[in-house]
């Protein structure tokens, strides 16, 4: 059962996608016609899907939920638009600002629907951490610089594309993690053992012990080799294979003693997929 706040990230999103993107519709004249009622269809099934009867929120949440959905769409509107624009093969950063976008609206719309009783304004990803921040800042003002200083770099289609299909594979091997493991996937490690969590060993992860780790470590460094950024995506590499593989670690310590015996048979016969990271079985070899 979808929560309802899912509605109404997903109508945020699209009403602020649209606001921009329906300017490209061929004559310009035919799109200032259109826009205004996208709009106002838009702001419709918002308003519709954010009463109270639809929504038992507080009105703080759903605007949280609202305003950070429908900047995200402008976000992803705004990539889509300069796309258009300038073509799909000229400038890497509008694919960036779509990818961008696309994953912290997924994380929140896909933690609302698998599992809305821990969904809340954080699920968005938005205020990860401090370091999270400062490394989205460094991509930007290194693609900038070197766009500046060495423009022909970052129009290298082949670099470009490849970036975006690593982007691609991250991100669906990390939503496909959250589909497979349903209520049992959390964005916090847990420490707690809840009567409904149970061991996931199907599907997805039948191939990873933690696909959606995977997922975001391929999703991180092909945004930057996306962005030909050659500095950010050797330090992404490595910021993110050190925090997930310590991240890693604790996370197994806990479910071995959720979990006992079976999480450790399921360790040895599962890899993590994360390069060079056996996790907690090199301890237990």
């Known amino acids: 059962m979808f929560d309802k706040l899912s509605h109404v990230s997903a109508v945020g999103f699209f009403g602020g996608t649209t606001i921009l993107g329906c300017l490209n519709i061929p004559h310009l004249s035919f799109s ?55 073509g ?91 589909i497979t493991a349903k209520s049992n996937f959390n964005h916090h490690v847990q420490y707690y053992k809840k009567d409904d969590h149970v061991l996931v060993t199907g599907g997805v992860y039948s191939w990873s012990r933690h696909p959606s780790y995977v997922g975001w470590f391929w999703w991180s460094v092909g945004t930057q080799i996306l962005l030909a950024n050659p500095v950010c995506a050797v330090g992404y590499a490595c910021a993110s294979w050190k925090f997930l593989h310590e991240r890693i670690k604790d996370e197994e310590r806990t479910l071995i003693q959720f979990f006992g015996l079976p999480y450790i048979r399921y360790m040895r016969q599962v890899p993590t997929r994360l390069p060079f990271s056996r996790g907690l079985e090199s301890e237990l070899a």
């Open 32 to 86: 200032y016609i259109v826009l205004p009622f996208f709009v106002i269809f838009s702001c419709l099934l918002l308003r519709f899907f954010s009463r109270d009867e639809c929504v038992p929120h507080t009105r703080e949440r759903r605007y949280g939920v609202v305003v950070r959905a429908w900047g995200l769409g402008v976000c992803f509107g705004l990539g889509v638009m300069l796309l258009i624009m300038y």
């Open 88 to 178: 799909f093969s000229s400038c890497a950063f509008p694919y960036y600002m779509c990818v961008l976008s696309f994953f912290h609206f997924s994380e929140y719309f896909m933690t609302a629907v698998y599992n809305p009783k821990t969904v809340t304004l954080e699920s968005y990803m938005l205020s990860h951490s401090t370091a999270y921040h400062i490394a989205w800042l460094a991509s930007v003002l290194e693609f900038a610089v070197e766009l500046y200083l060495f423009p022909g770099m970052k129009n290298i289609t082949v670099l470009v594309f490849t970036g975006l299909a690593i982007t691609m594979a991250g991100e669906l091997i990390r939503k496909l993690a959250m």
